[in-house]
């Protein structure tokens, strides 16, 4: 059974968004999705500075077993990538949601205006079957 954490929102493609400071959202994979992707081994980024858009292929992810698209939950312009994880890409599957996080978008408006077609916890647990 994979966690979901209650303060999270979700998207529809197994990424997580978490309001940080301000208007900034930092942004990873779910515990569902890597135990999907199996050990992580090289992560792709978008790019600092780059305006994306909520659902656009910003990335990938590739495992020993795949190699998966990463979607941004958000839209605004990334700000930072996790560094660390161009040396540890397996972080990820040990702390999806803390060490793990991928990269951080700075917002255009509110978090509730922006993120509002997200899933809560409650559906985002249903929508994968837990």
Do not use: C
Request: proline share 3%.
């Amino acid at each position: 059974m994979s966690e979901v954490l209650d303060n999270l929102l979700y998207s529809d493609e197994h990424e997580w968004a978490q309001q940080a400071e301000g208007r900034v959202v930092r942004i990873g994979i779910t515990d569902h999705a890597q135990h999907l992707l199996g050990d992580i081994v090289f992560v792709e980024f978008p790019e600092v500075g780059a305006s994306i858009t909520a659902g656009d292929s910003v990335g990938s992810i590739e495992s020993v077993k795949t190699v998966s698209e990463l979607y941004s939950p958000i839209t605004g312009t990334v700000t930072k990538i996790n560094e660390t994880l161009e040396t540890s890409p397996e972080l990820i599957n040990d702390q999806p949601y803390g060490g793990g996080w991928i990269f951080e978008v700075e917002i255009d408006g509110e978090f509730a205006d922006v993120a509002g077609h997200l899933l809560d916890a409650a559906a985002y647990r249903a929508l994968v079957g837990e």
